[in-house]
């Protein structure tokens, strides 16, 4: 079967333009890394995961490092990997103290009997399966700190993306995996629709793999990965999916995106926000990347 991968950096007003296009790049060596491992006979899971780490270790996007401060100028993450050959799902939230939460969501899912781990009880589940403390310092870039300080001494607002992948392996199992530090500025302790299954990230066999980016309390109104799903089953290719879906958030006058691949190895995304930067090897082996249009 045809494998392929397509992965976002997150969707809003990317400025200026040398981020926006070092954004779309670093998309696509995400994508790489992911499609790297489905040509190798690898795993749908194992390629998604790989691409979110990339991104998660990219500065120039909200997840891992270079993630945005909370109100209280701390790191605080959300990540979840849903597996579609079996729905299950492992994800983390408001996790501090890891450099890689998506490996962190990985861990619950393959060694918990829960799906979601939040605070510092994903923080002790971490140390016991033996990931090592990441300091909180390296998690924090210049743009971030900046971000946060202009929001508090200026009234100055930005709105910082999720970072994603979906995949299908040449077996034809999907997976989708997610993963953001959230609003700047948010209450601490505050979670998005990133970590929890249906509404940011959402995978079945049946259907295909969805990750979504944008206002999470928006997306998790509309449960918009399932719906996208629930779209597919319905017949619809992904790009169709896609544009429904985010008809679908507008409904709640939600701002996002999301990107969409089924067992075929089709691709297709959305979003209703000026860009969404994004990076792709598709089922003929074509790669690119954007972040508009």
Known sequence: MP???LVHGGAGAIFPDDRAHACARGCLEAARAGHRILAAGGSALDAAVAACVVLEDDPAFNAGTGSVLNADGEVEMDACLMDGSNLRAGAVAAIRGVRNPIEV??????RSPHVLLAGSG???????QGVAPWPASLLVTERALTRWQKERDEGWTNKPGTVGAVAVDAQGHVAAATSTGGISSKHPGRVGDS???GAGTYADDETGAVSATGQGEA?????????ACDQLAAGDHP???AEAAVRRLGRVQGEGGLVVVDRQGRIGLAANTARMSRGWVDAEGNEGCAFEG
Not at 105 to 110: D, G, I, M, N, S
Not at 122 to 128: I, P, S
Not at 219 to 227: D, E, P
């Open 219 to 227: 997306i998790i109104r509309v449960v918009l990965a399932k719906f």
């Open 122 to 128: 994903a923080e002790r589940f971490a140390r016991a």
């Open 195 to 197: 970590p929890l299954p």
């Open 3 to 5: 494998t392929a991968i």
């Open 105 to 110: 969501a990985r861990l619950v899912l393959e």
């Open 239 to 241: 790009q169709a999916a």
